[in-house]
T-cell receptor, first 113, second 111 residues
Framework: GAVVSQHPSRVICKSGTSVKIECRSLDFQATTMFWYRQFPKQSLMLMATSNEGSKATYEQGVEKDKFLINHASLTLSTLTVTSAHPEDSSFYIC?????????FGQGTRLTVV | KQEVTQIPAALSVPEGENLVLNCSFTDSAIYNLQWFRQDPGKGLTSLLLIQSSQREQTSGRLNASLDKSSGRSTLYIAASQPGDSATYLCAVLDSNYQLIWGAGTKLIIKP
């Protein structure tokens, strides 16, 4: 199957700083990628759909100025959590589809202290 | 609005048993259904993808079925092993090309 690589797997940052998470499709091109957030013991919550060469589409309740998404190439999408606060601590996962099948990155555990 | 439900929420069985995880969805207009595995603190691994025109898919000890008309899918795990312990998630790709998720079944296989 296709491979989606996400980096970093873990990051700890100070409150008020920004953190960038990368999501790469390694062996296929993805015009669309998806960013999810997962709270403990809960299922995935779609945050936004990242579109190559255009603006991301954010789900209701997700602050686009807080979670900046850039999809500059067919194999890379980035999520930047700006001015991070402890409540942004969570598990973030990216996904891309190939032939209508969804593949996921390894996830990023963000801890804001 | 498509809704996906997984039953049970948690399951604990002795090693070696065969088991079935259930997934139901409310709208039969789907493109496909996927079963995933998630280990604690990890991303998701795709286990099986069933297209809307298919009835089942098999991979090793895993067999997934799909009954679109009744809105049901099952994931059958044969001869369970402690390494099968994980959370299993199902998701349907709906008519809007959105992935709709179940809440998952947490599976524990006791040695």
């Amino acid at each position: 199957g296709a491979v989606v690589s996400q980096h970093p797997s873990r990051v700890i940052c100070k409150s008020g700083t920004s953190v960038k998470i990368e999501c790469r499709s390694l062996d296929f091109q993805a015009t669309t990628m998806f960013w999810y957030r997962q709270f403990p013991k809960q299922s995935l919550m779609l945050m936004a759909t990242s579109n190559e060469g255009s603006k991301a589409t954010y789900e209701q309740g997700v602050e686009k100025d807080k979670f900046l998404i850039n999809h500059a190439s067919l194999t890379l999408s980035t999520l930047t959590v700006t001015s991070a606060h402890p409540e942004d601590s969570s598990f973030y996962i990216c996904s891309a589809r190939w032939a209508a099948e969804a593949f996921f990155g390894q996830g990023t555990r963000l801890t804001v202290v | 609005k498509q809704e996906v439900t997984q039953i049970p929420a948690a399951l604990s069985v002795p090693e070696g048993e065969n088991l079935v995880l259930n997934c139901s969805f409310t709208d039969s207009a789907i493109y496909n259904l996927q079963w995933f595995r998630q280990d604690p603190g990890k991303g998701l691994t795709s286990l099986l993808l069933i297209q809307s025109s298919q009835r089942e898919q098999t991979s090793g000890r895993l067999n997934a079925s799909l009954d679109k008309s009744s809105g049901r899918s099952t994931l059958y795990i044969a001869a369970s092993q402690p390494g099968d312990s994980a959370t299993y998630l199902c998701a349907v790709l709906d008519s809007n090309y959105q992935l709709i998720w179940g809440a998952g079944t947490k599976l524990i296989i006791k040695p």
